[in-house]
């Protein structure tokens, strides 16, 4: 379509200014011009999208996507998906996505070695539509922790859910293995899960094990992630530097206290999607909110909305990222996170929507190019009926989302009416 000038829309910016009416050229793959009023754009021969009053905004950021969970009900079933399959899958999930105006996601573990890596490269040549992806590595666990699944007597390797390590020097071959994949991120399980064998305020994974994944990540310019839901293991993502921290439901004052010190170094992703539905919606899969499961899970959820709240109160950067995927945390239904954070947290929508926008763009890696509307930004944009500020969950339906642009492209191009596309003369 050549440049592309959106009029006549409500301009929410990303920078933390309330939102105002204006204009956005896009040249080529980036922002040219963002501008208040109208016909402030000299020149001609723009396609002129006309708004109506839409709002335009940065596209969302998912900071806990993982496109190869495949809807079902226990991690059993998920890396037992034979891989040609399991690929189709990641696929369709990658365009599910981008379809909810989701135009970056951060992976947040693979359930095959290779599989994010296979679906970021695609994306990238455009064989798929997709977001921009961090393509992480499968999940690091150690020998009885979180992500061993195998049964005693059969190797490890065949049977579980992660890549099962033992000591330093087996951490060392993982991390070179996920390396040579060409992983943008590693990730380890330093903590338990409740409905494993390994309990959520367990911390398995052992001090030198992590800090030789670390030495092999900054050796390569890896990033690294990890799954800590107990106080010691975010006590552990601050020492060793792992930049992001998945849940962090336990923290405890001296955790927070390490997170408040270095808070330009981390991001928490505390998963509330995946801790409400585990306990209110997961009933016709096994976990019914009055069986012990549930219970636990409604009691961790109380307990990471306190934390939550006090990591806002110290400024900690706390992103939206629910780990969907399951079969009650469905992929497509993300934007969800982005109501709990408003309802539970007490997070106002307009911080709320920085988190997915702003520093949606600063987890990515990429904060002077991704998550704002500002000149010279890449154009990852999205046109949405109605104000998220005033109502933040019109962003849960898809018909809400009148158009989704990445890269200056459009994956879902506004309805062409003559009210909607003019060529300027």
């Known amino acids: 379509m050549g440049n592309i000038l959106f009029s006549n829309v409500r301009i929410f910016d990303g920078t933390g200014e309330h939102p105002y009416l204006g204009e956005v050229l896009v040249q080529g793959n980036r922002i040219k011009h963002v501008g208040r009023g109208s ?41 037992r998906m034979p891989p040609e399959e399991h690929t189709l899958f990641a696929a369709n999930v990658a365009r599910t996505y981008i379809d909810m105006g989701f135009t970056s996601c951060v992976g947040a573990a693979a359930a095959k070695p290779r599989l994010d890596c296979v679906i970021r490269n695609a994306i990238n040549s455009g064989l798929i539509p997709g977001p921009r992806y961090l393509a992480n590595s499968q999940e690091i ?39 040579k994949y060409g992983c943008d ?22 001090d030198e094990e992590v800090a030789m994944a670390m030495r092999e990540a900054r050796r390569r310019g890896l990033r690294a992630c990890a799954h800590a839901r107990s106080a010691e293991s975010v006590k552990m993502c601050v020492r060793h530097g792992i930049e992001i921290i998945y849940h962090a439901s336990y923290a405890d004052e001296e955790a927070l206290d390490l997170l408040e010190a270095n808070k330009d170094k981390h991001f928490v992703a505390p998963g ?11 009933g016709p899969y096994g ?31 706390v992103l939206p990222g629910g780990d969907y995927g399951f079969a009650w945390t469905p992929h497509g239904t993300n934007a969800k996170d982005f109501e709990y954070f408003v309802d539970m947290i007490g997070m106002s929508p307009m911080e709320t929507l920085l988190r997915a926008t702003k520093h949606g763009g600063e987890i990515m890696g ?21 104000d998220p500020v005033s109502n933040i969950r019109i962003l849960q339906d898809r ?13 879902r191009t506004p309805e062409m009416t003559p009210q909607r596309a003019r060529i300027a003369v």
Do not use: C
């Not at 723009?46 to 969302?60: F, N, Y």
């Open 399 to 411: 018909k809400r989302i009148l158009a989704v642009m990445k890269d200056g492209e459009f994956f």
């Open 272 to 282: 509330l999607g995946w801790l409400v539905n585990t306990a209110r919606n997961a």
């Open 185 to 206: 991120l590693i990730k380890l399980n330093l903590s338990g899960e409740e409905m494993t064998d390994t309990a959520a305020q367990e911390t398995p994974m052992a």
């Open 366 to 386: 990429r904060p002077n190019e991704l998550g704002q509307l500002k000149p010279g930004y890449l154009a990852d944009i999205i046109l949405v009926d109605g």
């Open 39 to 79: 016909r402030t754009v000299p020149g001609n021969g723009h396609t002129v999208i006309d708004g109506a009053g839409a709002t335009l905004m940065p596209g969302l950021t998912e900071a806990h996507a993982h496109f190869s969970w495949n809807n079902s009900p226990s991690l059993e079933s998920i890396f």
């Open 141 to 179: 666990a150690t020998m009885g922790g979180l992500g061993d699944t195998s049964l005693p007597h059969v190797d490890v390797r065949e049977m579980s859910f992660g890549w099962v390590v033992t000591g330093p020097e087996e951490m060392r071959k993982a991390v070179r293995m996920f390396i």
């Open 287 to 317: 976990i019914k909110p009055d069986s012990p499961l549930g219970i636990y899970y409604a009691r961790e959820l109380e307990i990471a909305v306190e934390t939550m709240k006090k990591m806002h109160r110290r400024g900690i950067r």
